[in-house]
């Protein structure tokens, strides 16, 4: 038994192949014979023109297996449905956004801040620029502790993109104020400057990437949409043992470090204070 399906109602096939990319969207329609589903994980209902031809063609990386047969045919060419690729991910747009901001954004964001503490570290900055320093990369850190929080037990309304949104502001402003005042009293060292431009542009990074996730409610500042400022925990809690990693990580890489160098600074003035 066959069954006809016009090509009218379908999205546009594209081919591809190492010999072979192009689109078939001129043919009126194409006769397939009805086949039994398949138990496997590429056998949910096809409603797409999920293909690959075979002969000219073959699809993105697949071999074409001889034990299944073909959907259907356009004169020589046969017509196979497509599995899905083991090394292409099924994850959907804002799966993959949400993976880039939790597992790449956040977790290099603290490696650099640990890089930048090394960086101060070889500097000897305690008998340079001093606690006051130090003073100023803990309230950096406290500026981007607030938005992190935010991001990781709040529900993602207007209010928490706004709040993220202004303390970004203030987070720029003070790093500014921050290299100003050390540049002006020890050697900012090209590394270090490289190093200040990923911890810039990341948290700059991981707003975005909040943003595109949500973006009805950015919008809604602008007044495309009814704003909620409400602040709330998340109804669908991120993972514990996610949760439980940054927050240690955090603690290891930045508060720990940046203390003991705020320590550091200030007992070096205590000593120079008694000769």
């Known amino acids: 038994m066959t069954v006809e399906t016009t090509l009218a109602t379908l999205p546009v096939m594209r081919v591809e192949a190492s010999n072979c990319v192009g689109f078939i969207g001129d043919l009126t329609s194409i006769r397939f014979p009805r086949q039994p589903q398949r138990a496997s994980r590429c056998s949910k209902p096809f409603d797409r023109a999920e293909m690959f031809v075979s002969d000219a063609c073959y699809n993105d990386g697949l071999q074409q297996s001889s034990s299944v047969p073909p959907l259907g045919t356009i004169g020589s060419i046969s017509l196979y449905r497509t599995a899905r690729s083991p090394w292409r991910s099924e994850m959907g747009p804002d799966e993959v956004l949400r993976g880039m901001l939790m597992y790449f954004v956040l977790p290099l964001w603290l490696a650099a801040g640990f890089a930048d503490y090394l960086c101060h570290r070889a ?23 607030v938005p992190v929080l935010a991001a990781l037990f709040l529900e993602i309304t207007s209010g928490v993109i706004l709040l993220m949104m202004v303390f970004l502001v203030f987070h720029e402003a003070t790093a500014i104020w921050d290299v100003r005042y050390a540049s002006s009293r020890r050697e900012v060292s090209p590394t270090e400057q490289h190093v200040h431009s990923v911890l810039e542009m990341l948290p700059l990074t991981g707003l975005l990437l909040v943003i595109a996730l949500h973006w009805p409610a950015f919008a809604a500042l602008f007044g495309y949409g009814t704003p909620d400022f409400a602040f709330r925990l998340k109804q669908s809690p991120l993972p514990l043992t996610y949760i439980v990693t940054m927050l240690a990580l955090t603690a290891l890489l930045e508060v720990l470090p940046y203390f003991e160098e705020l320590v550091r600074g200030l007992r070096y003035r205590a000593r120079q204070a008694k000769d």
């Open 123 to 145: 500097s000897h900055i305690e008998k340079t620029s001093g606690w006051k320093e130090s003073v100023l990369h803990l309230a950096q850190f406290a500026e981007m502790a």
